[in-house]
Structures are given as C-alpha cells and as structure tokens.
C-alpha cells in the first residue's frame, strides 16, 4: 500500500508497481543496497556482506533465534520515539499507539523517552500496566469496550477514556460514579474526510464504525450528554482520520472540523475544553517511492493548523495530542526469513517461497500493501530477477512481498529481509495452519535479546484442551 499504489491505482488488481510492468524491466537500482528510507537507522552489510543490526550479523541472529524472526532495532526505536516527544514539544502529548507493536520492553522504552500509551484493549491495558507505564499517562480507547474494560480503565487510574458512542457515555459515567471516580474523557468523533488511504484504514469518512459523526449534530449531542453526567469530566475532542497517510490536507480539514465543534460548544455551554488530539496515521516508507515527513514538519503543520483555526474561532489554543504507532515502530524492524525453495514459472516470476507467510505479515493480503525484500545473508551480482516473496500456507493469497526484484542466484538456505515491518505485523500475526508467531528479538549496541519469544507446539496445545 505505499502511495504509488493508492489511492489512484486499482487497490485490488494484480498489477505491478509503476515502472515494473513486466519481468524483463529489470531494476535500475543496486539489488545489494540498502536504502536507508525503508530500513532501520543501524542496518549495513558487513566486510563480508551480511546485513547486519546494531552491530550484529543476520546470520547469527537466525542462528541463535531461529527465522522467522522480527529483529528490532532498539536504538531506532528510542531515537523515533525521541524525535515525535521532541518535535511536539512540552506544550503536547505523544501517545504512541500501541496497537502497532506492543511489549513490555516497548512500554519500558516509551516511559524512558518521555511518550505516554494509547491501548485499546484490555490485554494492550495490561501489558502497559505490568511494564510500569504510570496509569495516568495511559489513553483507553476502543469502540466497544467491555464493562470490564471499563471497570479496569477506571480503577487504574487512565489518564483519559476516548468515548466512542453513546452508550459508551453513559457506561463510562456510571462506572466511574458507582467507583467514585471522576473519569477524564474524550469524546471521538468522525469528521467526515476521505482519507487518501486503503478504505480498510480510513476511518473518519461517516460510513463505518468508529467514532460519532459531527455531521446532523450528533457529536453536538454526545458532548451534551456527557458534560452532564457526574462521573465524567470532559477534557476534549478526539479524530483519527486513518492510517498511513502522507497528506496533511485531511488533517487540515479534520482541525478545521475539531476546531468548529469547540467553538460550538464554547458558544452553548460557556465551556472551552482544554484539549485535542488529532489521532496516529502518519504514512512511512514501506518502498523507496514513499516520502514521509519527519515528525518536526508534521508537528509544525498540526500546530500551526490548530493555532490558525483557533484564532479566527476566537478560542485559547488547546493542548494538542497525536498518536502515532507506524510512524514510530514501523521503520524500526524487518522480517528474517529462510529461503525454502525457487520456482521459476516462465514468462511470468519467480516464486520464492519462504518459512513464514500471511500468519507474521497479513498486510500484503490485507490492504494489498507493497513491501520491499533484500538478500540478507550475501550481496550477489547476479541479474536480477522478478518475484514474487511467498510463505508456506495453504493460501494462493499468502503472498508477503507482491513485486520484487532479487538476485538470479538466489537459492534454499539463504536469508532474505523484509524491511519496515515493526508496525501491524507482530500485532496482527495469527496461528494459520497452526504456525508458531515468530519471536521478536531486539538488537542494541553489539547486543540481541528475545523481548517477545516464538511460540512453542506447547502453546498451541495448552490452549487445545482436547
Ligand atoms: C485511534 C487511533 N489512534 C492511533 C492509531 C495509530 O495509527 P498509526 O499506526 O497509523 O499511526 C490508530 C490506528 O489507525 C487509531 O485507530
Ligand atoms: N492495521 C492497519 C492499520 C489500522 C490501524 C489501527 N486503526 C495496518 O496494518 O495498516
């Protein structure tokens, strides 16, 4: 899915990218080369030509952990973190959305780096909780939290609830009254903007299930209710318009939006709420003919968007929240995978058929997502051939990496890498065809660690009570 393929292109189409419509349009670009767009800040070749991570070698890393693997780059991970905690500033709040990637090694780094934590569910709840993140720099949200849910947001402590429906308002009120409690929250609503991305992650257009629509005095309505209710207290507006999204200008409109609905209320109510939070999205690059933007021009575009719309609304500015989860994790791993077997099919590509698949990268079949692959275990100067980077599930559509160039010699046993893979692969891995989600190991330094490891057989028949 990276922009050259959406959303002007077909978004199911079994086309090649631009520039590469058939097998004989061979790559101008060194096949060896690393681009330091798609990969982790510390990823090279050594003298030898392995590509190597904070200082350590793939093939000793799938030698010691075994492939598939994710290999984290941790130093990356804390200077991207850094950088969004930087560019916003202490007068806003980076929530890093953890629904991209999440462990307890991710909490502990987030809480070092000065980031606070958008979970959407209770397991992401709990996880944040057991590393030490402190509850109340934890955002909930979700749109069909459970009662439970609930209860444990509440009695943690969170730092704010982002309501996403009406019956979330009244549920949330009464927990938090019957506990005591007076919960701070958000009210999301749907701007009603297209986001230039794949429909399956745009979520601020009006048809779909987050968020209550500004449009027809809904959201209006919500905020009604809940400044109401004794047991909430109204910090502010949520919208997250989608994700991977290079174009500010729905942001622009989403403000705009946001921003409206403050004046709104500040007319009806006498109230001016204290903040904002313009939701994750930011777009990374998935292939070398992605741009994104560092996190310093997309601060300044936010920040000068919501100070300009709150002046001609005549409202103080209100504190702004983001929260990015791809921006931050996504460039910040890749996939290891074993090469198992080459199927040359003529006229057509080759297949190369690796020991992972769908169940540890689901976006290629997902979203139609485009990735980039590289010999990892050797540089090669062979001609390069077209293929197509497939795993070992019973799927046609197990496909992880749709239109690639690699080296003609390719072979079983060599190592190849999946760059930019840090976000929404880990987190969305299944079991298919019964498959061990692979572990995910962090490199630092000269130093690798397991901070989520590979399933076992044991798992999955611990969970089969027979
Ligand atoms: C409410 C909310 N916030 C933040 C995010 C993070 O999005 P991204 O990983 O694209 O930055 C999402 C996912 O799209 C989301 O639904
Ligand atoms: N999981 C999606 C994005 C949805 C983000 C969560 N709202 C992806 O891989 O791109």
Redesign the pocket.
């Given at each position: 899915m990276s922009r050259s393929a959406h959303p002007a292109g077909p978004r199911h189409a079994d086309v090649l990218p631009e520039g590469r419509s058939a097998a004989s349009a061979a790559p101008a670009e060194d096949l060896n080369a690393l681009d330091p767009k798609v990969w982790a800040h510390t990823v090279g070749r050594d003298a030898d030509g392995v590509v190597t991570v904070g200082g350590i070698a793939v093939t000793q890393l799938a030698e010691e952990y075994g492939t598939p693997a994710y290999i984290l780059d941790e130093a990356d991970f804390r200077d991207r973190a850094r950088a969004w905690r930087t560019a916003f500033g202490t007068d806003a709040d980076v929530f890093y959305?953890g629904?991209?990637f999440l462990s307890r090694a991710v909490v502990r780094w987030l809480h070092e780096e000065g980031l606070n934590l958008?979970v959407?569910s209770g397991g992401e709840l709990a996880t944040a909780l057991s590393a030490g993140m402190p509850a109340e720099r934890i955002a909930f949200?979700g749109n069909n939290k459970s009662p439970e849910e609930i209860e444990r947001a509440v009695r943690a402590g969170v730092g704010r609830i982002?309501l996403d429906s009406f019956q979330e308002i009244v549920r949330v009120a009464h927990t938090a009254q019957s506990l005591g409690k007076r919960q701070r929250v958000q009210i999301?609503i749907t701007v009603g903007v297209e986001a230039h991305t794949h429909e399956f992650?745009a979520?601020a257009h009006e048809d779909q299930k987050?968020g209550i629509p500004l449009a027809g005095g809904q959201a209006a309505e919500a905020v009604r209710r809940a400044l109401q209710l004794d047991g909430l207290e109204v910090i502010g507006i949520?919208s997250?318009i989608?994700?991977?999204?290079f174009d500010m200008s729905g942001f622009e409109v989403a403000a705009h939006r946001v921003v409206g609905l403050l004046k709104d209320i500040r007319d009806e109510h006498g109230v001016e709420l204290p903040e904002i939070d313009l939701?994750?999205?930011?777009g990374i690059a998935y292939t070398s003919d992605d741009d994104p933007r560092e996190p310093h021009e997309i601060a300044k575009a936010l920040t000068e968007i919501v100070t300009r719309e709150c002046e001609a609304a005549r409202l103080a500015t209100p504190r702004i929240s983001v929260?990015?989860?791809?921006?931050i994790v996504?460039p910040t791993a890749f996939t290891l995978y074993e090469v198992g077997t080459v199927k040359p099919l003529d006229g057509l590509r080759t297949y190369v058929s690796v020991d992972g698949g769908m169940s540890d990268n689901i976006r290629t079949a997902l979203y139609d997502a485009e990735y980039s692959v590289a010999l990892a275990s050797r540089t090669s100067d062979a001609e390069p051939m077209l293929v197509r980077v497939v795993g070992k599930h019973c799927e046609s559509g197990d496909i992880v990496v749709k239109d690639a160039f690699l080296p003609g010699d390719l072979a079983p046993g060599d190592l190849i890498a999946v760059p930019a893979t840090g976000?929404?692969c880990r987190s969305m891995a299944s079991n298919y065809n019964h498959a061990l989600r692979p572990p995910v190991v962090s490199v630092r330094d000269g130093a690798a660690r397991v901070v989520v490891r590979r399933e076992t057989e044991e798992d999955l028949l611990r969970l089969d009570v027979g």
């Amino acid at each position: 899915m990276s922009r050259s393929a959406h959303p002007a292109g077909p978004r199911h189409a079994d086309v090649l990218p631009e520039g590469r419509s058939a097998a004989s349009a061979a790559p101008a670009e060194d096949l060896n080369a690393l681009d330091p767009k798609v990969w982790a800040h510390t990823v090279g070749r050594d003298a030898d030509g392995v590509v190597t991570v904070g200082g350590i070698a793939v093939t000793q890393l799938a030698e010691e952990y075994g492939t598939p693997a994710y290999i984290l780059d941790e130093a990356d991970f804390r200077d991207r973190a850094r950088a969004w905690r930087t560019a916003f500033g202490t007068d806003a709040d980076v929530f890093y959305a953890g629904k991209a990637f999440l462990s307890r090694a991710v909490v502990r780094w987030l809480h070092e780096e000065g980031l606070n934590l958008d979970v959407c569910s209770g397991g992401e709840l709990a996880t944040a909780l057991s590393a030490g993140m402190p509850a109340e720099r934890i955002a909930f949200h979700g749109n069909n939290k459970s009662p439970e849910e609930i209860e444990r947001a509440v009695r943690a402590g969170v730092g704010r609830i982002v309501l996403d429906s009406f019956q979330e308002i009244v549920r949330v009120a009464h927990t938090a009254q019957s506990l005591g409690k007076r919960q701070r929250v958000q009210i999301r609503i749907t701007v009603g903007v297209e986001a230039h991305t794949h429909e399956f992650i745009a979520t601020a257009h009006e048809d779909q299930k987050f968020g209550i629509p500004l449009a027809g005095g809904q959201a209006a309505e919500a905020v009604r209710r809940a400044l109401q209710l004794d047991g909430l207290e109204v910090i502010g507006i949520h919208s997250h318009i989608g994700s991977q999204i290079f174009d500010m200008s729905g942001f622009e409109v989403a403000a705009h939006r946001v921003v409206g609905l403050l004046k709104d209320i500040r007319d009806e109510h006498g109230v001016e709420l204290p903040e904002i939070d313009l939701g994750g999205g930011l777009g990374i690059a998935y292939t070398s003919d992605d741009d994104p933007r560092e996190p310093h021009e997309i601060a300044k575009a936010l920040t000068e968007i919501v100070t300009r719309e709150c002046e001609a609304a005549r409202l103080a500015t209100p504190r702004i929240s983001v929260e990015p989860g791809r921006a931050i994790v996504g460039p910040t791993a890749f996939t290891l995978y074993e090469v198992g077997t080459v199927k040359p099919l003529d006229g057509l590509r080759t297949y190369v058929s690796v020991d992972g698949g769908m169940s540890d990268n689901i976006r290629t079949a997902l979203y139609d997502a485009e990735y980039s692959v590289a010999l990892a275990s050797r540089t090669s100067d062979a001609e390069p051939m077209l293929v197509r980077v497939v795993g070992k599930h019973c799927e046609s559509g197990d496909i992880v990496v749709k239109d690639a160039f690699l080296p003609g010699d390719l072979a079983p046993g060599d190592l190849i890498a999946v760059p930019a893979t840090g976000a929404y692969c880990r987190s969305m891995a299944s079991n298919y065809n019964h498959a061990l989600r692979p572990p995910v190991v962090s490199v630092r330094d000269g130093a690798a660690r397991v901070v989520v490891r590979r399933e076992t057989e044991e798992d999955l028949l611990r969970l089969d009570v027979g």
